[in-house]
């Protein structure tokens, strides 16, 4: 089946770029995912990439995308405190049915201090 | 602008006890899901619903029971609630095509002593 891993776990300073990172193994992976979660809620999407595409810029955040290693990452620029939370990987492919199913990361907890 | 709402928000049972979680969206979306999540394992799926009318098993769906009431709500059952069982619960729904954005409820917190 899919698998989605991502590290636990990153801390950097205020001001400096996060890069959280993800892998996943379905070839046929067709959207790639990014969610955040603040403490206490559910989950927000951030920002998605269709499999075709390299790479995604929206304001702060830059999605990148290696199809040939099958590897995510999710650049934040300027990290501030209010970025601290959860954020989780997911992939949707279903190449059989015209359905809507995600497989998702641990998550990687972000910390920034101030 | 409620998007996705679940009830309660926090939840204490004995094992043994039964609990039904609700969830309820106002976007007119066809699917619903629940998924459970654990420290470090991210989310799991229970169970969904493709569109109303219709149920499927998830990657985790022992222990539990779903009923997809109408378009609007879908509920999950613990008919006899196991200490394994606690977690927080996540109800979510969507349109059911794959590249649609799958939207999020605040959460369930489930203890099971």
């Known amino acids: 089946g899919e698998d989605v891993e991502q590290s636990l776990f990153l801390s950097v300073r205020e001001g400096d770029s996060s890069v959280i990172n993800c892998t996943y193994t379905d070839s046929s992976s067709t959207y790639l995912y990014w969610y955040k979660q603040e403490p206490g809620a559910g989950l927000q999407l951030l920002t998605y990439i269709f499999s075709n595409m390299d790479m995604k810029q929206d304001q702060r955040l830059t999605v990148l995308l290696n199809k040939k290693d099958k590897h995510l990452s999710l650049r934040i620029a300027d990290t501030q405190t209010g970025d601290s939370a959860i954020y989780f990987c997911a992939e949707s492919s279903d190449p059989n049915n015209a359905g809507n199913m995600l497989t998702f990361g641990g998550g990687t907890r972000l910390m920034v201090k101030p | 602008n409620a998007g996705v709402t679940q009830t309660p928000k926090f939840q204490v049972l004995k094992t043994g006890q039964s609990m039904t979680l609700q969830c309820a969206q106002d976007m007119n979306h066809n699917s619903m899901y629940w998924y459970r999540q654990d420290p470090g394992m991210g989310l799991r799926l229970i169970y969904y619903s493709a569109s109303e009318g219709t149920t499927d098993k998830g990657e985790v769906p022992n222990g539990y029971n779903v009923s997809r009431l109408n378009k609007r709500e879908f509920s999950l059952r613990l008919e006899s609630a196991a200490p394994s069982q606690t977690s927080v619960y996540f109800c979510?729904?969507?349109?059911?095509?794959?590249?649609?954005?799958?939207?999020f409820g605040d959460g369930t917190r489930l203890s099971i002593l």
């Open positions: 979510a729904s969507s349109e059911w095509v794959v590249g649609q954005p799958q939207h």
